[in-house]
């Protein structure tokens, strides 16, 4: 079946440094697309998104790409902190319907 | 969290008793959604809201029913819980632009089913 999947299921990274988050989506006609952050207890809360008609998109320290001829989505944060610790997920929006598909997630560690 | 509640947020329960879990938003949003989350599984559709009175099933609708009598209670019903139901729920709203709209998830209930 359709499925949204994670290239690392878990990613480490050094206070400060850069991290990036992977993700390959399967439906071609999907035309929107999502970051999620989940920490321990609490739901997924919305981070970015991004429409297929663009490839970047910037928010405050973090940076979505969208490659649509490899069908693939990253996530980028800037001056990884501590507090950017938990569990990401992508999602994306095939048109029409309500089938918001997610991947199984990334859980990223900030080591001080 | 965009005025979502749950509620309970932990529930412990036999086998084969109904059990009925309840989000109400302060959004006045028109979707509202049901997930769970499992290891392995990731977030899964149960069942959407598109309206008061208008339902309709997710991709693992089985077992689970739901109402909508007002636009800021969706209630999510286990007619009677399996320990397969055992899981975290999520619900969640989404603005009138639904396909070009995030989702805004609630902090969840842990069912656990004995």
């Known amino acids: 079946g359709e499925s949204v999947g994670l290239h690392l299921p878990t990613l480490s990274v050094q206070e400060g440094d850069n991290s990036i988050i992977n993700c390959a989506y399967s439906n071609s006609a999907s035309d929107y697309f999502i970051w999620y952050k989940q920490e321990s207890g609490k739901g997924p809360q919305f981070i970015i998104d991004i429409r297929s008609n663009m490839d970047k998109r910037q928010g405050q320290r973090v940076t979505v790409l969208l490659n649509k001829t490899v069908k693939h989505l990253s996530l980028q944060i800037a001056a990884t902190q501590p507090g950017d610790s938990a569990v990401y997920f992508c999602a994306e929006n095939p048109p029409g319907g309500f089938k918001t598909i997610f991947g199984a997630g990334t859980r990223l560690f900030v080591k001080a | 969290d965009a005025g979502i509640t749950q509620s309970p947020r932990h529930k412990v329960t036999e086998t084969g008793t109904p059990v009925t879990l309840r989000c109400h938003q302060t959004?006045?949003?028109?979707?509202m959604y049901w997930y769970r989350q499992d290891p392995g599984h990731g977030l899964r559709l149960i069942h959407y809201s598109y309206g008061v009175k208008d339902t309709d099933k997710g991709e693992v609708s089985d077992g689970y029913s739901v109402s909508r009598s007002k636009t800021e209670d969706f209630l999510l019903t286990l007619e009677s819980a399996t320990s397969s139901q055992t899981s975290v729920y999520f619900c969640?709203?989404?603005?009138?632009?639904?396909?070009?709209?995030?989702?805004?998830f609630g902090n969840g209930t842990r069912l656990t089913v004995t």
């Open positions: 959004e006045n949003h028109r979707y």
């Open positions: 969640a709203i989404s603005a009138p632009d639904r396909d070009n709209s995030p989702l805004h």
